[in-house]
């Protein structure tokens, strides 16, 4: 035997002679090495035929006479994997970890893993480290699982790894290098250079795609389209499988009903008691709302549900920011699904600016949905007027003149135009008060306008000339004072009679004039002069005065009683 043989030995029948792996005669096994660090190959395959001496792959002398695998040079203690995936056929353990030439425990190999590949090809891992061996009989393993720790077992003279190889239905072993004295094609998935270690490389076996992280169809994905059937009491789903877990049931599970179109409870019934829904188409709209004026449109409000609607379980609510609202329509008989009301809608702005109304059916406080809203502005009208302030005479002697004025102030959009008239509505007494405006009032601007009162003729003692004052344009706008249930009053008296036939100075006890507060302050006014002389004219002046004196005191006495 020669140095070399002394070096390192193993015999050629070791455990892969053992028996034939059936399977299927197609070589489709790929290798990665089998460890992680670079080992270099010292010994390789015999190629000579039984012949003196050797021939490697590459018909080169890294070999020794009758060796029947490839001799990698791991230290005591390298971790070894799996160099493709497979299912352990045989396991061996307990040999010494330095067993020496000529060793034969273990049929020689020592310590050893034996895998069966999926193509019916099998591999061994010889002389491995006692008590090391992470895999059993019959487990499964993947390229690159752990299987055991290298050694010097059985029939060696140093720490190795002997990597034994196998074709479906061989009888013997053979060499997984390619070379000139070797295979054609390699059984490694990434052969380097001579005597190199092989690469890491597990590549990838196609296989069907199961649920276990891996890409074992081989396309780059793993778990890909892989699920399961599943069900709660809703119905059937599917899990669906990502990195090697299987996610939850997607199958419907019961829970509140709602408005959906399923059976959210899984009780056999639809969106039963809660589809409630409705709509609203309005009438003609407005493009805006004017400050003053009431705006009024309808709404059909439908019930595009599934649940009727009942009487004092179901109610029409509106509200209005910026405006107040009113409406005129309730739910006062049933409103089967697909039926309609008719709901009338007042909006009166407050102020100007933005205005939204909102329209909709309440059940149980709560607003069903389709909730109908409106988002419009308020602006001044175009013709507005407000009366700040107006001066009248409190009374009038029927047939004659006064005068009296009044302060209105544009609240409309438009200017006023210089005639702009400031009369009075027809009342129960005849006569009229009519003025006007001297210039063109800016919105906004206010003016003081001058009256003429003028009063028909009346043999009643105290007849009244009720106004309600009204301002126009020259394009028929108008708008009044206060309004026509609370008219401006002037009380009219007949003609003071005289004491004699002779004229005399009249003074009516009750004159004065008529503010917007309904308030009166004195006010002489001019009557009718007849003279008169002596003592009749005396008493006349003094009578006159003492009345005058008492009706002042009456008066002081009322507003003093009213500061209380």
Do not use: K
Not at 73 to 95: E, K, Q
Not at 224 to 249: L, P, Y
Not at 475 to 498: C, I, K, N
């Amino acid at each position: 035997m020669s140095a070399r043989t002394l070096v390192l030995v193993l015999v050629a029948t070791v455990a892969l002679g053992l028996a034939v792996s059936p399977g299927a005669s197609a070589q489709s096994v790929r290798y990665r090495r089998p460890f992680e660090e670079g080992h270099r190959l010292n010994y390789g395959f015999d190629h000579d035929g039984g012949g003196g001496g050797c021939q490697d792959y590459a018909c080169s002398g890294a070999c020794y006479d009758g060796h029947t695998g490839s001799d990698f040079g791991a230290p005591l203690g390298t971790t070894l994997v799996a160099a493709a995936p497979g299912r352990v056929s045989a396991t061996h353990d307990g040999c010494a970890d330095y067993g020496g030439l000529g060793n034969t425990c273990g049929g020689r190999c020592g310590n050893y893993v034996q895998i069966d590949h999926d193509d019916g090809s099998r591999s061994i891992y010889c002389h491995m480290r006692r008590g090391s061996l992470r895999v059993s009989t019959g487990d499964r393993v993947g390229c690159g699982d752990v299987v055991g720790q290298s050694a010097s077992s059985g029939n060696s003279t140093g720490p190795h790894l002997h990597f034994g190889h196998r074709s479906p239905g061989a009888s013997s072993s053979s060499d997984p290098f390619a070379g000139r004295c070797g295979r054609s094609t390699s059984l490694w998935r990434e052969q380097r250079d001579y005597r190199e270690a092989p690469s890491t490389s597990c590549g990838c076996t196609p296989s069907a795609e199961s649920c276990n992280g891996r890409d074992d169809d081989c396309d780059g994905r793993a778990d890909e389209d892989v699920s399961r059937a599943c069900s709660t009491a809703c119905g059937g789903g599917r899990e669906v499988c990502s990195g090697g877990a299987w996610g939850a049931c997607d199958a419907p599970r019961p829970s509140g009903e709602t408005c959906n179109g399923r059976d959210d409870d899984c009780d056999g019934t639809v969106d039963e008691d809660v589809c409630d829904r409705m709509s609203a188409e309005p009438s003609a709209l407005p493009d805006a709302l004017d400050l003053g004026q009431s705006s009024a449109f309808t709404l059909v409000v439908a019930n595009t549900g599934t649940t009727t609607w009942r009487p004092g379980v179901y109610s029409v609510r509106a509200s209005a920011e910026g405006a107040n609202v009113r409406t005129r329509g309730a739910i006062d008989a049933d409103v089967a699904p697909g039926a309609a009301i008719e709901v009338q809608v007042t909006l009166t702005p407050r102020e100007e600016g933005d205005v939204r109304a909102s329209v909709t059916v309440s059940h149980d406080g709560h607003d069903l949905e389709g909730t109908w809203h409106w988002d419009t502005t308020a602006r001044r009208p175009v013709f507005g007027v407000r009366f700040v302030d107006v001066s009248l005479p409190s009374t009038l002697v029927a047939g004659e003149r006064a005068t009296g004025w009044v302060i209105v102030a544009n609240e409309g959009r438009e200017p006023w135009p210089a005639e702009a008239q400031v009369t009075t509505r027809e009342g129960p007494a005849g006569g009229r008060i009519v003025g006007g405006t001297t210039g063109v009032v800016a919105p906004g601007a206010q003016a003081r306008v001058s009256l003429s009162i003028e009063t028909a003729a009346t043999s009643a003692p105290r007849a009244s000339l009720e106004r309600t004052l009204v301002v126009r344009d020259a394009e028929g706008h108008e708008a009044s004072w206060p309004d026509p249930a609370r008219a401006v009053v002037v009380a009219l008296r007949d003609r003071p009679r005289t004491a004699s036939s002779g004229d005399a100075t009249a003074v009516d006890p009750d004159a004065g004039t008529a503010g917007l507060d309904g308030g009166c302050t004195a006010a002489p006014r001019q009557g009718h002069r007849a003279t008169r002389s002596g003592l009749g004219t005396i008493l006349l002046a003094l009578s006159t005065f003492v009345a005058a004196t008492r009706v002042r005191a009456r008066r002081a006495l009322r507003r003093a009683r009213r500061a209380r």
